[in-house]
Every structure is written in structure tokens, then in C-alpha cells.
């Protein structure tokens, strides 16, 4: 949840994002005001610290090095995804997990390699968030975290779960932890540097842009990827069409 991870989900998902879908998918944000500020803190901590770092990092590493230091922080947090499969129910999930941690661990040696996409076994993250939301509970209101960056009442409280039960966290204990969390935040920001520039360059509310995008990529975890529900449907289409009376499609002479 580490705001590196969130820029690197909102700027590969949102260099189309318009003003009116941004007004119209956005969760409810009764602190803003507070929202606002803290995102401008984070935003000032990028700036100084997160973006240099990111860029360092990328200057010295080598792209096959970077994408094994992915592979190898994604294939760490496997297991935590493994009981959210378990919690929600999902026993195909779980075995598609629990396949793709033994056999990277191992054939993948450490899980430098993800030798198990090739094998079918797909990387499907899950977290407490996503339990909570697939237990009915709804999403809350918007929440800016300091340094962590957006979030819900929901995605919180699933962040603090995550957090406490992470096996890694029980296993190796807190400064380990902390180390990987601080590695996957200067990876996840590094792979996005150009994307969320372009996102800061072209928003006309990039707060507003953000929290919409979360928003959005957040339900499409919860759904793994499945069409939305008939309603979102329909909304959708009509702010489709409130966008294309706004502005018109240029007719061909």
C-alpha cells in the first residue's frame, strides 16, 4: 500500500483520465480538505526523496536486474496472498498460489524468475481489503494516508491486518520487513517515472485524478478483473455520453 505502489497502479492505469469520469466514479471524500493536504505532503516527499531514489536505482541497475528484484518482492508477498485466497473462499486461487510460491522459490531460485507464468500459474495478488470487500463490507470513505498514500476505511483496516499477519513480518521479524517494503517502493516507483509525470502534466485536478483511479483499480481487484456489475454498466454508458456531448467527435468531409 506503500505510495510508490499506488503511483505505479494510478499512473499505468490513468494517462486518458478525464475530468467528468473523475467526478463521477470518485468514492466519497468527506475529509478532502485534510485529503488534500496530506496528498501534498506525500506529492513533496516523492518529489525530494521517492523520485531521485527511483531514478538512481534505474541509472544503476540494469533492466534484467530489476526485473528479477520484481519478481523476487512479488514472489515474497505470495504467501499473504495465499491466506486472503483462503479467507475468501477460493480454493482454485489458492492452488494457483501456492504453486506458483513452491515452484518459483525453488525452480526460480528465490523467485528471481517467475517461471510459472509460462506453466499457466498467473500472478493474482490479494489482500485483506479485497476479504473484506468480498465479505460484503463496503468500501468507506476516502482516506489519504501519509506516506502510504490513497486509501479507504476498508482498504485501512485490510492494510493493518496485511501488515500484523504478513507470514514474511512473523517469520524474519520488523527491520527485514521494513527492508523489503522500502526495496518494493523504490521498484514499484522506479518502473512509472515518466507515466506519472505525464499524469501530473495532463490532469486538470490531479487529486482528484488519483483518487479516482484508485478508486477504479481498486474495484477491479475486487472483481479480478471481471466485467462490472449491470448498474456500473449503465452509468458508465451514460457518462460516456454526457463526455461525447461535451465534446463532440470531429466529423470526417
Same mark, same amino acid.
Given at each position: 500500500m506503500g505510495i510508490s505502489r499506488n503511483l505505479a497502479v494510478l499512473a499505468l492505469g490513468g494517462m486518458m483520465l478525464t475530468s467528468a469520469a473523475a467526478a463521477a466514479d470518485a468514492p466519497a471524500d468527506p475529509y478532502e480538505q485534510t485529503n488534500r493536504e496530506i496528498f501534498d505532503f506525500n506529492m513533496g516527499l516523492d518529489r525530494a526523496v521517492m523520485r531521485p531514489v527511483a531514478r538512481g536505482y534505474r541509472t544503476v541497475a540494469p533492466e534484467p536486474l530489476r526485473l528479477g528484484v520484481s519478481n523476487a518482492l512479488e514472489n515474497l508477498t505470495?504467501?499473504?496472498?495465499?491466506?486472503?485466497?483462503?479467507?475468501?473462499?477460493?480454493?482454485?486461487?489458492?492452488?494457483?498460489?501456492?504453486?506458483r510460491f513452491m515452484i518459483n522459490s525453488t525452480v526460480g531460485i528465490g523467485g528471481l524468475f517467475d517461471v510459472t507464468t509460462a506453466g499457466n500459474f498467473h500472478r493474482r495478488k490479494?489482500?485483506?481489503?479485497?476479504t473484506l470487500a468480498v465479505w460484503g463490507y463496503e468500501s468507506g470513505a476516502y482516506i489519504m494516508l501519509p506516506v502510504f498514500g490513497p486509501s479507504t476505511g476498508r482498504d485501512t483496516v485490510g492494510f493493518v491486518v496485511d501488515s500484523v499477519t504478513d507470514p514474511f513480518?512473523?517469520?524474519?521479524?520488523?527491520?527485514?520487513?521494513?527492508a523489503r517494503t522500502g526495496t518494493a517502493m523504490? #521498484?514499484?516507483?522506479?518502473? =512509472?517515472?515518466?507515466?506519472?509525470?505525464?499524469l501530473e502534466?495532463? %490532469? !486538470? #485536478?490531479?487529486?482528484?485524478? =488519483?483518487?479516482?483511479?484508485?478508486?477504479?483499480?481498486?474495484?477491479? %481487484? !475486487?472483481?479480478?478483473?471481471?466485467p462490472p456489475p449491470l448498474d456500473d454498466l449503465y452509468r458508465d454508458l451514460e457518462l460516456e455520453k454526457s463526455v461525447e456531448v461535451s465534446f463532440p467527435r470531429a466529423q470526417n468531409n
Open positions: 505470495e504467501p499473504r496472498t495465499l491466506i486472503n485466497n483462503i479467507l475468501q473462499g477460493d480454493g482454485e486461487a489458492a492452488w494457483n498460489t501456492f504453486m490479494e489482500d485483506f481489503g479485497q513480518n512473523l517469520v524474519f521479524g520488523f527491520v527485514p520487513t521494513a523504490v #521498484d514499484k516507483r522506479s518502473e =512509472v517515472i515518466e507515466e506519472f509525470e505525464v502534466d495532463t %490532469a !486538470i #485536478d490531479l487529486y482528484a485524478s =488519483v483518487r479516482t483511479l484508485y478508486y477504479q483499480n481498486r474495484e477491479n %481487484a !475486487i472483481r479480478n478483473g471481471a
